[in-house]
């Protein structure tokens, strides 16, 4: 028989086997941040193999694993573009620029500011919307003075933001990397966060009603002082290459057009106004940020979610709002069925649909109608086919990824086309004669200007009300 070890030889053994645990693992974490982490061998089309930083995988690890053809002939062209989600959105933990409490940080700003105090005060700001005091033609001064305490509330907020604003060198709308407090080695343990966009629209409704209120107080100064703020953080925000920020920032954007309607048409509007708005928006012209960047983060959002639904299933990798849709238009169990056996085909057509997207970003929108059709065929195609067995083919995450891609392409389309179209009629009211390299995204023709009532009009496809401004060309 052996002898019985004693106690406190098994607990040093066990100790000594968990700290070299713990150190190898740490080793492993620490290498997956830096040069030094492993590489993994991946084999491409040509049957050639060489070494990727597994670091390069973090968010998308089960690409690592592909075995069809087709699939690895993208990851090579991911890999060669910087596409995969680490490099997207990869959180240098060394930078101050990126962290959740970044001060340069306009997104943190937003957040710290609305986030906890919609959940307090939900009916403020509901109130606030709900008597939005401007229109295009005439202000509501009942509704405003029906509110006036709760705006009130509200100003030190809004001049918060304003604040940061004029800290023009070094604001800037990023991501919220929202870092666990212990333990935050891998980038897969970092969440990233761009819930902040959706407070976009509540700072400017706040600078909405101080439009009013210069407006009723006949000073037109601090209406389009107040108007050029919200140009300002839309354009802030359109700078990151995220689809959904950039549509919250669209829509804030056409809005500031519908409200400019009304300062311009104001008696207190003059020329040197109208010469402010000019350079306001002629640098909003110069620095529009290519829908590439935001398309482009897009798909590395995409190939993420492929992932976190191998790695998580749908309960833990959608958004509600996905979710009840993948319910309700197939079932959890066709959904999964059809997307484990096939979802290697699923992301091909998804990654090869996006590189369409991304080839054509540049153009104007009318020219990309071919490639959006083509899309949108390639899903319709697929719907109702099953194989042998029962399952379904179809491509279940590219049309939950992809479903979109039309509407959100017209609504930047309508965006770049509102700034076009103001553009072009305030530098025809100041004398500018020449204005057709400014182009309807819609039509790939320049803008037509008419003298309407002794003002100068201005229409453009998709957006429904002419924009009208008085004409000072001949004014000194």
Do not use: C
Request: proline share 3%; net charge neutral; no cysteine.
């Amino acid at each position: 028989m052996f002898k019985k070890i004693p106690r406190v030889y098994v607990a040093v053994a066990i100790s000594i086997i968990v700290l070299f645990y713990v150190l190898s693992n740490i080793r492993r974490n620490n290498d997956s941040q830096t040069g030094m982490s492993p590489s993994r061998s991946l084999r491409t089309t040509t049957n050639q193999k060489f070494d990727v930083p597994s670091r390069r995988f973090a968010g998308a690890e089960t690409l690592r694993n592909a075995k069809s053809g087709d699939l690895i002939a993208e990851i090579e062209k991911l890999i060669q573009q910087n596409g995969l989600p680490a490099d997207v959105f990869a959180d240098d933990r060394q930078s101050d620029e990126r962290n959740v409490d970044d001060p340069t940080n306009i997104a943190v700003t937003l957040q710290n500011l609305f986030q906890e105090y919609s959940k307090k005060e939900p009916n403020d700001l509901q109130k606030l919307w709900a008597a939005s005091p401007i229109g295009a033609w005439d202000i509501d001064e009942q509704a405003f003075n029906s509110v006036r305490p709760t705006f009130a509330k509200l100003e030190t907020k809004r001049q918060v933001v304003r604040k940061m604003l004029n800290q023009h060198a070094t604001t800037h709308f990023n991501y919220i990397f929202n870092r666990p407090k212990l333990g935050a080695f891998l980038y897969v343990h970092t969440k990233v966060d761009t819930a902040a966009s959706q407070y976009l629209a509540d700072y400017t409704l706040l600078e909405e009603y101080a439009i009013a209120q210069a407006l009723l107080d006949e000073n037109i100064g601090a209406a389009t002082e107040a108007l050029a703020y919200i140009f300002r953080i839309a354009q802030l925000a359109s700078e990151l290459g995220n689809i959904g920020v950039r549509s919250d920032a669209a829509l804030v954007r056409l809005r500031a057009f519908d409200i400019m309607q009304r300062v311009v048409l104001d008696p207190q509007f003059d020329k040197a106004q109208m010469i402010f708005l000019r350079d306001m928006l002629s640098e909003q012209h110069e620095h529009w940020t290519s829908e590439y960047e935001a398309w482009f983060g897009d798909r590395a959002s995409g190939i993420a979610l492929y992932h976190r639904l191998m790695m998580n299933g749908p309960e833990n990798a959608l958004e509600s709002a996905e979710f009840e849709l993948m319910e309700s238009r197939w079932g959890r169990n066709k959904f999964m069925r059809g997307f484990t056996k096939y979802r290697e085909a699923d992301e091909v057509f998804y990654l090869r649909s996006m590189q369409k997207v991304l080839d054509v970003s540049n153009k104007p929108f009318v020219k990309r109608l071919d490639v959006l059709n083509q899309i949108n065929k390639g899903m319709t195609d697929k719907e109702d086919t099953f194989d042998e067995n029962g399952i379904s083919t179809e491509h279940f995450v590219a049309y939950l990824l992809l479903k979109d891609v039309d509407r959100l392409m017209r609504i930047f389309a309508q965006d770049q086309s509102a700034l076009n179209r103001a553009l072009v009629v305030i530098l025809r009211s100041l004398g500018q004669s020449n204005t057709d390299n400014y182009r309807d995204p819609f039509t790939d023709e320049p803008y037509k200007v008419q003298k309407v009532d002794g003002l100068l009009s201005i229409s453009a496809t998709r957006l429904l009300r002419p924009f009208r401004v008085p004409i000072f060309m001949d004014k000194e």
